[in-house]
Nanobody, 124 residues
Framework: QVHVVESGGGLVQAGGSLRLSCAASGRTSSRYAMGWFRQAPGKEREFIAAISWSGGSTYYTDSVKGRATISRDNANNTVYLQMNSLKPEDTAVYYC?????????????????WGQGTQVTVSS
């Protein structure tokens, strides 16, 4: 069992930046790929970014490419999502998820453990 807890959300003006963190605990000795997803009001949860267990491979959805960077610190069991040039359409609850194995995935159903989410609100 792995528990993940997101932090770092908040209110930011358009054009601003945020760094979201995801702390994992529990069976962190196993290998887990990690992903970030988001869900805006009235919309389905969507993939944002993913990273392999080693950190050597990363994946991004087109809407955040060039504005987002996913990274991980395995020594501290933490994954980060740096978001720059934020837009009002980035407003959503952001979720971190862990997937057993080394390879990241863009598919939400391939993730085993989910956090409670952190709210990001971008004002225009």
């Amino acid at each position: 069992q792995v528990h993940v807890v997101e932090s770092g959300g908040g209110l930011v003006q358009a054009g601003g930046s945020l760094r979201l963190s995801c702390a994992a605990s529990g069976r962190t000795s196993s290998r887990y790929a990690m992903g970030w997803f988001r869900q805006a009001p009235g919309k389905e949860r969507e993939f944002i970014a993913a990273i392999s267990w080693s950190g050597g491979s990363t994946y991004y959805t087109d809407s955040v490419k060039g504005r987002a960077t996913i990274s991980r610190d395995n020594a501290n069991n933490t994954v980060y999502l740096q978001m720059n040039s934020l837009k009002p359409e980035d407003t959503a609850v952001y979720y971190c998820a862990a997937r057993s194995g080394v390879r990241g995935s863009i598919l939400s159903y391939e993730y085993d453990y989910w956090g409670q989410g952190t709210q990001v609100t971008v004002s225009s």
